[in-house]
């Protein structure tokens, strides 16, 4: 196997205790179902929701997960684990079942957005691979939304993987931005692997190869006279203006329009205006005006509320590393084992017992009013959010991402306005069920009753 | 090719933008020799140097870049390509010249960590690759580093791998921090990929599905009698300190003894301290303390001056996305095109032109003093940190990881005191060769005046 597909090898890709512990289960006979759930305890600074994503890269994952004869002959290496335990995770198959919420919903602090149910030790190996999908898809993700709400209907690109945290992080910022509504993204790889459209033409070492901007300008027209967005803030921005009418004067002139200009530095507001009056004086209102550089929905609300005129918005780092919440408190915990409900009561980390269900209620007028958490068994009558997508180790369905992002877009548009501003003071209603409140207490209060004891 | 493979092809890993431009210059018949240049503006916030890291993983790439045929496909497809580059494309082999800065070497904001002179197409395709791999590496290294300075010496175990952006941003997170002197981490397929030492013992829900605490530490015991670290905090911490006694006597009944105990959450200074206590008072003073539970470099520090008896750290979601600073203002520019140097002008963006070395210079005591950044033919006395890997297409040498961890070891030794502080306030001085600012002086002022020209 080459350098890069040892590297990314998901199976090894796991916390060693997933191991010791599954050695231990096996060497215990402990075989017995248990459910875990994956939710985010709280909300990062400036968030009231989050987005649902991962399921897809998880299911290609899940369906493919074999232990190699490569990483075999390295567990056996470390010398922690016995030949009984290596043949049995030379077997391994998954062959519990999965319930998600479909990539594209909307969820929030303390709902599963999934629970996997299986012979304990199945979930447990699967539990690194699980967060670390979709943790880095569901921050994107919710980043991305708040991209797309700033925005105001203005086209988003996708910029960010010169500097995501590898490539895995890039191709999921691609993927992830789409989901929610990106017009797709300057990711080659992204473009191959998920059919995402792709988007780019030249950065400052393309002009600063050419002894004159005007020669940079006009030999990529030449080269690509039906896709040309100029670069405009090499040396001057408004100069390069003027060239860029020039240019558009040679396209037109062999029956092509100049596609756009980006700016990509210095005072946005005034220069994006500026660069907007020459077009317009020069009869040329249809070349489009990108905007980029350090970018993210803050900046780009205030860029918007100051005037600035920018039709295309290119969204780099601070997406790709969602800079202001660069990760989710996102934990998988044991639920419920052999039937009975399972909690820890280590301090800020309480989570709710047992299988569960999330129920979403609308108003009059369709816009989402609040959810219920309860548990599994306590049917209702509202749209309930997880649904089954692995059953007895067989993947039921797996959405497309067109799916996928349809699903959001319908979700989006009902969530109350309050809730999709980038800066929010309210907080959505999540009750918790009757029965699920009652069955709480009651394990919180044996557990605290069997600490007294010692 | 399988999913996974496809994900991680790192040569469709680029910005379309590389793509396009170099189809622009391969039009035009550009083909002179450029020099570009990889470095950062400058320093994020509590940071006052950096750790060069990444060119391993990048000459592994470099080693094996070749346009697959699913490649070329894909970009025929996108309909923007003539025959001639995609056959230019298929038989792409890097020629050019690489200089770098050997992993672990400690470095300074607008210092080169590499510099590629190359065809100017070779340079520009490269360009994505180039930025995303050594902005990772360099990133958690970095942030690794502080993590090190705060630990006064205890041992630190990278945690990170469930909320790292993508599995490529785990295994890069354990190695990265490897290098700067964690004893290993939890990663199993960085274990696997770099030799790196793997730990980890067992998680809340291996406590929870057992019906009682002390059970599920008797069964971990009989697993791995030799290597047991058992997670206190489940329920309560002090009463689970008291049960790792019983263990820790049934261990050293059968010859072994308890290894370490971990704790995740709760008051961490006052907690160790009870939990030491119990362990001396029990003749047990060789059990370990281990912490985790969202630390990173400024929960350590206050958590020793605190007083916390803490002997090992688990350092996980704040190193793996480098929390505070998730993000390097990183910089990969056109330095020089056929001999010519190349400057752009926009705002805040300025970069040194020309082929560069830095020289470092040592004060009596073998600290670092300063540097010095000059262009490369001005030879100077000091040691010269950029270093000839690749000529001509051949890599020259790939220092081993243990190579690289051991010339941070030695580099950071000779770092003042003040600089390795977790909230600097000095700015190391790097000064600029006479040579080079004369340069870089003479071509801004070429440049403006061919922009009053117009």
């Not at 512990?21 to 875990?36: D, L, Q, V």
């Not at 987005?51 to 075999?72: N, P, Q, T």
């Not at 030949?83 to 998954?94: A, G, I, P, Q, V």
């Not at 301090?347 to 609040?370: E, I, L």
């Amino acid at each position: 196997m080459s350098y890069i597909g040892r590297l990314y090898d998901p199976v090894l890709a796991t916390d060693l205790y997933e191991l010791t512990m599954a050695a231990s289960y096996f060497r215990e006979g402990k075989k017995g179902i248990a459910t875990f759930s994956l939710h985010i305890r709280d909300y990062p600074p400036n968030r009231a929701y989050f987005v649902a994503a991962g399921l897809a890269s998880f299911l290609e994952i899940l369906g493919d997960f074999r232990f190699s004869g490569d990483a075999i002959d390295y567990l056996r290496s470390l010398g922690k684990f016995d030949e009984d335990f290596l043949s049995y995770l030379k077997s391994f198959r998954f062959t519990g079942s999965v319930r998600a919420l479909p990539e594209g919903t909307i969820f929030f602090a303390q709902e599963p957005l999934v629970e996997i149910t299986a012979p304990i030790i199945e979930g447990q190996i699967l539990e690194t691979i699980v967060m670390n999908t979709f943790h880095v898809e569901t921050l994107i993700a919710s980043k991305a939304a708040r991209c797309v709400a700033a925005a105001g209907g203005r086209g988003l690109v996708d910029f960010s993987l010169r500097r995501t945290h590898g490539i895995d992080a890039g191709v999921k910022t691609a993927r992830s931005s789409y989901l929610v509504g990106f017009l797709g993204t300057s990711n080659v790889l992204a473009g191959r692997l998920y059919g995402i459209p792709v988007f780019g033409t030249m950065a400052h070492s393309y002009i600063t190869s050419f002894d004159r901007e005007i020669d940079a300008f006009m030999a990529y027209a030449r080269s690509f006279p039906e896709n040309t967005v100029l670069l405009l803030d090499t040396y001057d921005t408004l100069k390069a203006a003027e060239k860029a009418v020039e240019v558009a004067r040679y396209l037109e002139n062999r029956g092509y329009r100049l596609r756009g200009v980006r700016l990509d530095s210095g005072d946005l507001v005034e220069l994006s205006r500026r660069v907007k009056d020459i077009f317009v004086k020069n009869g040329m209102d249809y070349v489009s005006i990108m905007a980029s550089g350090s970018l993210d929905e803050f900046a780009l609300e205030e860029l918007i509320k100051s005037g600035a005129h920018i039709d295309a918005v290119g969204i780099g780092t601070k997406l790709g590393v969602s800079a202001d919440a660069p990760y989710l408190d996102l934990a998988y915990k044991l639920v419920e084992y052999e039937g009975k409900p399972i909690l820890k009561l280590s301090p800020g980390k309480r989570t709710w017992v047992g299988r569960k269900q999330v129920y979403r209620y609308f108003d009059g007028r369709g816009q989402m009013s609040h959810d219920v958490l309860t548990l599994m068994e306590d049917k209702r009558e509202g749209m309930p959010l997880l649904r089954d997508v692995v059953i007895n180790g067989q993947i039921l369905h797996n959405p497309t991402l067109d799916e996928a992002r349809a699903n959001f877009a319908e979700q989006f548009s009902s969530l109350p306005e309050e809730y999709r501003s980038i800066r929010p003071d309210v907080k959505y209603r999540v009750e918790i069920g009757e029965p699920l409140l009652r069955l709480e207490e009651r394990v919180a209060r044996e557990k605290l009753r069997d600490q007294l004891r010692g």
